[in-house]
């Protein structure tokens, strides 16, 4: 996702299928410290209480609950029935 046409600066949300598991994730690596998602927050909800959410507040750069480098580990798991609703701002 992005806040503009170029896609120099975005968020990503990623997932995989595996089985009857959703393996999904949000992603800062491509995201400058200067962008809109930065400044307003952001999170990713599950519908599956049994599933963690995963939230970025205002202004934190650093999220921990986001990839910042391709080695993090803030990979989530969901059962294959789940929704995730995504919040920008």
Known sequence: ????????SVLQFEYTVSS??????LSSIDLH??????TAGFSAT??????SAA?????D???AES???ANDTDTNSCSLS??????LG
């Not at 996702?1 to 120099?8: E, I, P």
């Not at 599950?46 to 599933?51: K, L």
């Not at 939230?55 to 202004?59: H, K, L, R």
């Not at 789940?82 to 919040?87: D, F, H, L, R, S």
């Open 46 to 51: 599950p519908n599956d209480s049994s599933c």
């Open 55 to 59: 939230s970025c507040a205002a202004g």
């Open 61 to 63: 750069t650093n999220c």
């Open 1 to 8: 996702m992005a806040t503009t046409k170029s896609v120099a």
């Open 33 to 38: 410290a200067d962008s809109e998602f930065v």
């Open 67 to 69: 990839y910042q480098e």
């Open 20 to 25: 009857e598991t959703l393996y999904w994730d």
């Open 82 to 87: 789940a929704g995730i609703t995504v919040t």
